[in-house]
Every structure is written in C-alpha cells, then in structure tokens.
C-alpha cells in the first residue's frame, strides 16, 4: 500500500509497455471506423487506469524514445541491431498515445540522444532524494538497477501488460541472486538478446551471479579472470571485451538534464472536452467511462487481467462448472447416448497426452462432464471406446495432436465435427487467437481457469481435462453462430478432413538418409570455409562476414563501393541490397560474400534436417494448418518448405528422403502453374484460357502476344520477362519492382506492362476489380468460399493501405490453390483407405505431394493421385498433374 507520509511519484517507459500492449491485443480487434488500429493505445491506457486506481500516484510522467539512435548506437553502431522494423499497425499509435495522456494531463518526456530508460533514471533518483516514493513501470530489465528502498520497479511478466510484478531489492536478490545495484555486472557477463548485446559464451545468470558474489564486482571477476577455470573461464578471457562494453552500455544515465523534475509532474484534472473528442474518434467508449469516474474519485471497473478487459469489455463471470463424473460400463454408454442425443452439434472431447500417448479423457455436454483415467484394455471403457471410433459428432480444441496420441495408443477414432482453434482462425485468419484461454474470453466472454505459476502444487480448480472439454463443447457452440454459411462449409468440408490427414502424414514421417545429409554438411563446411579465405584474400584481411558493421568497413570505406539504402546501423548488408549492388557495381569480393552466405544457410538447413531425424530413421515435421492468412499449409520442426529446388545443393538434400522400409519407391505429384490456371479461370481471359486448354506453353504464348511475334521467335529473354510479369503481377508488382528484379529501365518495365495489359484485358480489370470488390465487402473470397478480411484497405495510412491491397490481389489465387491441394489430399486419403491400399502419403510441400508405394499399387496410386489432384476442382482451364517415380525425392522429381 502506498506510504501516506510520502508523496508517490509514478514514471512509465511508454515505448516499451505501448509494444508490449501491441503485442499482447488482437490488432484487428481495435481498428476505428477511419482505419486506425488503436491496440496499443487502448492496451496501455487500460494498464495506466489500473495503477491509477491502485497506487494513487500524486506525480506521474511517461518517457518516449525518440528514436532508436542514441549515444549507445554511436559507441556500438550494432546497439539493438537485431530488432525488426517497426510493424506498420504500430506506426501512427504512439502520436496518438501521447495526445491521449494530453488530454489527461499527464507528462510526456522525451529527450534527443537518449533513451526513455536514462530518462526514468534520472526522474528516479531526483525522486528518492527528493523524498518521493518512486514507482518505476518499465519492460526493460535494464531499470532493475534503480530498485533502492525508495523505487520499486514493476515489471510486465509474460501476459504482456496485463499483470505487472513488483521488484523491490528483496525480490530482486531472490530472483537473480545479486542487489539491484549489482544487476547490471550479471546482464554484462550473460548479454542480453533483445539489446543485441552479445555475453560470453556458455555464462547464464547463475554463472554470473556465482561470480559477482565469489569475487565482490564485476570488476573484480574481470581482474581476477585467469583464476577461474573450465570453458566458461576460457571463454570469459576470450570475450572480455564483449563484458566490457555491455557493462558501459547498459548503465542508465542519471544526470540527463530535462526540462522538468519530480516537483513538477502532479497529478492535475483532466481536459474533459478534449479527452471526449478524442476518445470519441479512438471509439473508446468504456476507457471514457472509466476515466470520468477515477477524476470523479468513484470506483472504476477493474479487474485482475487489464488486457482480458481490453479484448472484451463485457468480460463476465463464468457459468458454474459442473462436477466431472467418474462413469464406467452401462452407465457410461447411457450417459454418451443420453448426452449425445441431447447434444447435436457434439460432445466435448478432450485428450489428455503425455509424452504423445493417451493418459486420460474429458467428455461434456453443455451441463455435465465425464472423467475417464485412460489404461488400455479395459472392459468397463468398452463403450467409450465404440463412441469414440463412431460417427457420433465430436468437438475439439487444437485436435490435430490429440488425434496422434489416439492413433499412437491404438484408439480409434472418428466424427470430429468442429475444432475452435481452427474456426477462431477461419473467423480471423490474420491474427488467430492461440490459446484456447484467448478463445473462451472472445466467444465466451468468460475467464478460463488457469493454474497459479507460482504454486508448486496446483490447486484443485485448476483447468482440469473435462472442464477443458466442458469449455470447449460451449466455445463450440457459440463460434458455430458466428460462422456464415460459406466459412462453416469451409471448415467441415476441407479443414476438419485435411486435420485427419495431417496427423496421420505427421505420425507416418519419411525415411532420411542421416549418412548423406552428414557428408553434404561435411562438404559445405569445407565451401564456407574455402570461401571465407577466398573473401579475406580479396580484401587483404580476415573479417567477420556476418558483422553488418565489419561489412560496410569494406565494402562502403576500403573498397569505396556505392552507398545501398540507409537503416538504423549506416548502409544496409542485407541479402537484397548485396545482390543489387553486385549486379551494378561487380566485385569479386561481393560474389564470394554472397556464396559464403548461401553455403551458409544451406548447412543450417542440414543441420536441423539431421537433428529432426528420429529413431525410426525418419523425419516426422508439424504440418500448420492455422499459420497462414491465405489457408496455405506451412511446415515446422523441421521446415521441409525451405529446401531449395533448383539447385544443385537442393537436389542432394532431397536424395537423401528415401523411400522407407517393407516399400518399393517414391511417387510424386506435383500441380504445374496452379496459380496461373486459376488466374485464367478467375480473370475469364480468353487468351490465357485458349493458352491452357491448348495445351501450350504458357510463357511463350503469353510472349508472343506481347512482343507481337510467332512463338517460335519468343526468345528464352522474352520468355523471362512475361513469366515474371505474369506471376507477379498477381502479387502486385510495380512497373518499378518488375524493372528491378528484370535489371531494365522502369519505361521498359511500363511498357511491358502496358503491352501485356492491352492483350490481356481481362487480368487487368480482374485484379482491379477484386481490391474494389474487397474494399466494398471488407474481406476476398476464393473459389470456395473461404474469406480473408482486409480491414486495412480502408486505413488512412497509405503505407498500410497499400500494403493491404498487394496482399489482396493474390488471396483469392493462392487461398484457393490451397483449397484445391487440400480437396486433392482429402480425396487421395479417403480412396486409399477404401481400396485397402497400403501406400502412404507422407509430405505436402507448396503445391507437390510425396507417397511411398508397393510397386505392385503402383497403378492404382498414379491413378488415384492424378484423378483426385485434376479433378480438386471444375475450372474453365485443366488441371495439370506431373507424376515421378524414384527410390528418393530428387530422382521421383518431374
């Protein structure tokens, strides 16, 4: 509680907690009618109130970076070098932030050259000495170095800003074993990410904290750094200077002269017109509410979780948990005939799994729950176990590893009918919510149990597997409400059906030759290191040729090649601008650069391919059904989407996926040009159209029309630049942008474009008309119906808007190869069953499907394939299939 005797002086890092809101709230949850995304904004101030309300500040200010240049950039141009550009929904909140603490009266302090963290720093310590309590709210670790008796540091944990935990110095020594004072030698020895800071190697907290307090200080570690032994001394003695900068970094400046101090930063009444209009144009009619009544000193709504109140305003107490039955034999199959009967969109189902097998169940209605402690073999269980592999409908949350641990456990299973995460992810493709917590406080508006982190032994209410399931027959039933007709045929149709096939293709992996990965990543280490010397020799020096700074030394000073574009750390090194500058200004240096990397990157690739290779010699990576906007299947742990095809280090990669054992050979399948199929079905174009069902080729059709001569005479250039054109065009590709990945001039590049438009009427007035069309409607849609929605093509920020329109150009084309791949899948899998065929597909990778097969089904696989992947879908073009054979994948290829 605040000490009375004491004034209470309340200063908050606003670019750091304004990130953490941004992070933590939907973005297009907060979007005014204007276009303005507001999540920040609305997730800060809601956190603002709440310490209001609690700590009853009498002084208070928020300090803004001005940038991310300061004095430390200037001494360490790598300073934060590895932070991302700022998202564009960001852009344009923090102005509007700080007119909103305007018209509330509240102090914004920013100061040129300096950070908000020097800033706290020094209003801390005029504070402490000026007789202050000092409340100091700040996401970066670094201000644990003002906690004293007089400031006390609260700090976001990992829920974002919605829960804020207090360091005073006795917190601080229990979590990292050091005062306050002393933290900064801790963060100086391990590093910090976020900061770019590099530590030395293998020296956690624990290491360092042993340190500090063995020796007295940093500086005494350091004098006395030849006595301690092992790799981490050895390490310490190598990267010394590594300690030394970081500790000089990440001292916050105490004496930053500001133009006001502690005396001057009480609380003063609002600017209530102002704070209306505003508020009015931010569409914050709750925050308004909640505002007007702390400045009428009345009892605000608050709650535990600011940011579950952000996302839903009308949060509300949850509908009494019904007590999980324990039920077996006859009076189970009545309960799941009884409730099923009663319960017609399904039952809620929930797995309990460790380490990828079954350890328990949780069945629900809308009122009652069953417990089932899983053991196999059990005869009382024998009437779940019918319900469960029957067509009795089923909803779920998150089921795909659900299903794998039934199919690992010997269980069958069958009549999923609605899965939440994927739904929430239909319902809002851009940002889907990721816990089944975030969807229950959205669809449900209620708080899902979660158990106390801090307790070792749960408590009893915690979040048990049939509450879960209880939870979840009820999420189910009220997102199936919000679904249009069109997105819930979506779901049921293909992403319900692809889940199946995406656990059973997960559990199936694919054999992998660990020998030839091991010799390739042999042989590119070998490349990397050849290269490396090969670059020292061309510059007459060794270098680190990951460092951006060490880069520009050579490239921009020594050897005075031209300036690339200009961010935070001087030129840009990045792979694009290297590339560019390579093919204006050559230099043997630059092309030795660009291999290293490309090596480089390729035995990383390796690397996580041989580590991903698991027991049974084969590779079983996650298929994301949720992580795309446009329905494409993505690949994780390993990426199998990001070997390279057409290269030669591509192909040995994949001859080392093999066909498996007790199996004859691959088969491959494989769509040619889908998206250009549908975008001659889409546009309607004649020309494009004839092209396809002609049989030609497309590029060189499309060449000859546009350079007006015979498709004989369409050269391998001409060929190039139309088959550019016409892919990216669907991507929004400017004049500009196709000049620059072509080299020609932009007037060349307008009329190609000029040229291949007037022949090609159609594409034009079709890519045109799906942006208005969209803008109209507020999302695309593709040929089955699934919605993507574009709120943003409605955002006053041009950059933003434009960005947005690029992307729906090509959602409808890429949503909807996605759906045919997945109808294609859907299909294989369902005849292969019903034929009793023993051929298994085990990968999806962009727009290609990889089976192994007896050669004996090797006729009716090829059959199966190629009928289900041409006949996916009814366009006014074919859909073209290639097929290939091979004991790998690279000699399967087409």
Not at 345 to 359: A, F, P
Not at 714 to 743: D, H, N, P
Request: hydrophobic share 40%; proline share 5%; with cysteine.
């Amino acid at each position: 509680m605040p000490n009375p005797e004491k004034p209470t002086l309340l200063i908050v890092d606003g670019h750091s907690l304004a990130f953490r809101a941004f992070y933590a709230l939907p973005v297009d949850s907060f979007t005014t009618r204007d276009g303005q995304h507001t999540n920040a904004i609305h997730g800060f101030l809601a956190m603002l109130l709440l310490l209001l309300q609690k700590e009853k500040p009498t002084h208070v200010a928020v300090a803004f970076d001005i940038s991310r240049f300061s004095f430390r950039t200037r001494e360490y141009a790598e300073y934060k070098g590895t932070r991302g550009a700022t998202p564009p929904e960001f852009t344009g909140q923090v102005p509007l932030l700080q007119e909103a603490l305007k018209t509330m009266n509240i102090t914004t302090i920013a100061k040129e050259d300096y950070e908000a963290d020097d800033i706290l720093a020094t209003l801390a310590k005029q504070g402490a000495e000026q007789g202050f309590r000092v409340l100091v709210v700040s996401g970066d670790r670094d201000t644990i170095q003002l906690v004293n008796d007089d400031v006390t540091l609260l700090y976001p944990n990992a829920m974002g800003v919605s829960q804020l935990g207090r360091y005073d110095a006795e917190k601080v020594m229990e979590k990292y074993g050091v005062t306050p004072e002393q933290y900064p030698d801790i963060a100086a020895l391990v590093g910090e990410t976020s900061d770019n800071l590099p530590g030395v190697d293998k020296v956690g907290p624990k290491t360092a904290a042993k340190w500090i307090n063995q020796y007295g200080s940093l500086d005494a570690v350091l004098e006395n750094r030849e006595s301690i032994g092992g790799k981490v001394g050895e390490n310490l003695r190598a990267q010394v200077e590594n300690v030394v900068r970081n500790r000089k970094l990440n001292r916050l400046l105490t004496d930053v002269e500001l133009p006001v101090g502690p005396a001057d930063l009480e609380r003063k009444g609002i600017d209530e017109p102002a704070l209306r209009e505003l508020f009015d144009r931010l569409q914050f009619r709750t925050l308004l509410d909640r505002i007007l009544k702390l400045e009428a000193d009345e009892e605000p709504t608050s709650s535990a979780n600011t940011l579950e109140v952000a996302v839903n305003e009308d949060v509300t107490e949850s509908t009494p948990h019904p007590e999980a039955q324990n039920l077996l034999d006859e009076e189970l199959e009545k309960w799941l005939e009884r409730s099923s009967a009663a319960t017609p969109g399904g039952l809620g189902l929930t797995v309990e799994v460790y380490d990828g097998r079954v350890t328990g169940f949780g069945v629900a209605s809308a009122t009652e729950s069953v417990t089932l402690p899983w053991v196999p073999d059990r005869q009382d269980y024998a009437p779940f176990e019918r319900w469960l592999a029957g067509p009795s409908p089923k909803v779920m949350s998150d089921a795909k590893y659900q299903v794998k641990a039934m199919t690992q456990s010997g269980l069958a299973f069958d009549g999923l009918a609605f899965d939440a995460h994927v739904a929430g992810w239909l319902l809002r493709p851009g940002s889907p919510d990721k816990t089944l917590a975030a969807l229950v406080a959205r669809h449900l508006h209620e708080d899902l149990p979660q158990p106390d982190q801090n307790q070792l032994v749960p408590a009893d209410d915690i979040l048990t597997t049939p509450l879960e399931a209880w939870f979840t027959q009820r999420l189910c039933t009220a997102m199936r409400d919000e679904l249009d007709a069109t997105t819930l045929s979506v779901l049921v149709d293909i992403e319900l059906p692809t889940l199946l096939v995406l656990a059973h293709m997960e559990l199936s992996g694919m054999t992998t030759d660990r020998a030839t990965l091991g010799e390739l990543s042999s042989a590119l280490g070998e490349r990397v290191a050849a290269l490396a010397q090969s670059a020292y020799a061309e510059v007459g020096r060794e270098l680190n040729l990951g460092s951006p700074k060490q880069l520009q030394e050579v490239l921009f000073d020594q050897l005075g090649m031209p300036k690339t574009r200009a961010n935070k750390t001087g030129f840009s090194t990045d792979a694009g601008a290297l590339a560019d500058l390579q093919a204006s200004n050559p230099h043997p240096f630059l092309d030795l650069l660009l291999q290293h990397r490309d090596a480089s990157k390729l035995r990383q690739i390796i690397e996580t391919l041989e580590r991903s290779i698991g027991p049974d010699g084969r590779i079983h990576t996650s298929y994301v059904q949720t992580g795309t906007s446009t329905g494409r299947i993505s690949s994780t742990d390993p990426n199998l989407q990001n070997i390279p095809i057409r290269t030669e280090e591509g192909r040995r990669i994949r001859r080392a996926f093999r066909v498996g054992e007790g199996y004859d050979t691959l088969l491959t399948a494989d769509y040619s040009q889908i998206e250009m199929r549908i975008m001659a079905h889409l546009s309607g174009d004649p020309g494009l159209i004839e092209a396809f069902n002609a049989g030609e080729d497309l590029h060189r059709f499309v060449g000859s029309r546009v350079f007006g001569v015979g498709p004989g005479d369409v050269t391998s250039e001409m060929r190039s630049k139309v088959k550019a054109m016409s892919y990216g065009l669907a991507y929004g590709l400017s004049a500009f942008g196709l000049s620059k990945q072509l080299r020609i001039e932009t007037a060349e590049a307008k009329q190609l474009m000029s040229d291949y438009f007037s022949r090609f009427g159609s594409v034009r007035d079709y890519l045109r008309n799906v942006v208005e069309q969209a803008r109209e409607d507020g999302y695309t849609e593709t040929i089955f119906g699934r919605r993507r929605p574009f709120p943003d093509l409605k955002s006053p920020n041009r950059v933003i808007r434009d960005n947005a329109e690029r992307q729906a150009l090509n959602a409808p084309i890429q949503g909807s190869a996605a759906d045919i791949m997945k109808f294609a899948m859907i299909g294989i899998d369902r005849d292969l069953r019903e034929q009793g065929l023993q051929a298994r597909m085990l990968m999806q990778v962009h727009d290609e499907l990889v089976f192994e097969v007896h050669d004996a089904e090797w006729n009716a696989l090829e059959s199966i394939v190629t009928s289900r992947m041409a006949g996916a879908a009814s366009l006014s073009v074919p859909l073209d299939v290639q097929v290939g054979r091979g004991e790998n994948w690279d000699e399967a290829a087409h």
